[in-house]
């Protein structure tokens, strides 16, 4: 695969988890990797960042409103329950073992899914402003 097929900032064998940086639970997930990724497997990027922004326009998803965290292997796009499910499976045991949800049927998973995104805001708060990662974490963050 060329790099000219890859969304832009993504390099080879990059992946990549987008996340709404103002949700104070899609912050939780984020520090959840950082602290969890041992193996460095995920780069970091906000759908609010230039970065997430031009990888959201790649792959035609709105730029405005985005309900849904997004994880990019590739060329490849999961989004919801997918995207969730084939990170934690990656991550090392226990949490690989949650990978297993996946035999559930996705209809089900993101039916789920979406009722925590869709309130998240209501449910856990939001940030003002995206945060700034800590300097020792800011080199899991894609930048341009």
Request: hydrophobic share 45%; with cysteine; aromatic share 14%.
């Amino acid at each position: 695969m060329g790099v000219d097929k890859l969304p832009p900032f993504i390099q080879p064998g990059e992946r990549v988890v987008l996340f709404d940086g103002v949700c104070r639970l899609c912050n939780a997930w984020a520090k959840f990797l950082i602290r969890h990724d041992r193996r460095r497997l995920f780069r970091l990027a906000s759908v609010q960042s230039a970065e997430g922004q031009a990888i959201l326009a790649w792959f035609a998803l709105p730029l405005e409103r985005f309900d849904t965290m997004a994880y990019v292997e590739g060329d490849a796009l999961f989004v919801r329950s997918s995207a969730v499910l084939r990170i934690l499976a990656q991550l090392d045991w226990p949490w690989r073992g949650f990978g297993l949800l996946r035999i559930c049927p996705r209809p089900v998973r993101d039916w789920l899914y979406d009722r925590i995104a869709l309130n998240r805001y209501r449910l856990f708060g939001r940030y003002d402003s995206c945060l700034l990662p800590d300097p020792d974490h800011a080199r899991r963050f894609l930048d341009g």
